[in-house]
């Protein structure tokens, strides 16, 4: 079983930052994929960016590519997402999530995560 823990949202104005992080317990194998997902009031959850627990690889989705980094510290356990030039738009709930079997595909459907953290609201004022 894995445990995970988003912490670093809040209210930033437009065209500001925020590092959100989350921590993992709980044993994350090789073959794990971490990803983050959001979730606006309304709508679906919309995948964010993804990376391998073990390897370099990442992915993003278009709207954020140019803004958003995900990064990881395998000895704190911890996956980062940076978030650069934020838009009112960004406005949700932001949520951390592990695919047991992602690291073959790094799947970009919630419904293949296994482990979600309690999602955290960032909120971008305009």
């Known amino acids: 079983q894995v445990q995970l823990v988003e912490s670093g949202g809040g209210l930033v104005q437009a065209g500001g930052s925020l590092r959100l992080s989350c921590a993992a317990s709980?044993?994350?194998?090789?073959?794990?994929?971490l990803g983050w997902f959001r979730q606006a009031p309304g709508k679906e959850r919309e995948f964010l960016a993804a990376?391998?627990?073990?390897?370099?690889?990442?992915t993003y989705t278009d709207s954020v590519k140019d803004r958003f980094t995900i990064s990881r510290d395998n000895v704190k356990n911890t996956v980062y997402l940076q978030m650069n030039s934020l838009k009112p738009e960004d406005t949700a709930v932001y949520y951390c999530?592990?695919?047991?079997?992602?690291?073959?595909?790094?799947?970009?459907?919630?419904?293949?995560?296994?482990?979600w953290g309690q999602g955290i609201q960032v909120t971008v004022s305009s």
């Open positions: 999530a592990a695919d047991q079997s992602g690291y073959y595909l790094i799947r970009r459907l919630a419904m293949f995560y296994d482990f």
């Open positions: 709980g044993r994350i194998l090789s073959s794990y994929a």
């Open positions: 990376t391998r627990w073990s390897g370099s690889y990442t």
